[in-house]
């Protein structure tokens, strides 16, 4: 996907809304239980909204943050979109 990890995490704890840490082995522990379905809509949606180019559907993105806001960047197609920051949602 080639995001931050603290984007991934803070997306996942906000989604779910719970609490979580990364651990030594970058390993993501979250207070609660989730069973693999859960998970997989989360990882769907986070890949919807942070990853996936709406354009082309490529998923050869970027995400820079640009005056203050995050901005989806296709490197395939070169399309651009604003994107909510995944804490707010």
Known sequence: MHREPDHVKNFILGFVKRVG?????????IEG??????FELILRTYINEYVRCNEC???D????????????????????????????I
């Open 33 to 38: 239980r989730f069973g693999p379905q859960n």
């Open 61 to 88: 993105t970027i995400l820079p943050m640009e005056n203050g806001s995050f901005t989806l960047r296709c490197q395939q197609c070169g399309s651009e979109r604003s994107v909510a920051d995944c804490c707010n």
């Open 57 to 59: 559907d490529g998923f």
């Open 21 to 29: 840490f990364v651990n030594d082995q970058n390993m993501l522990s």
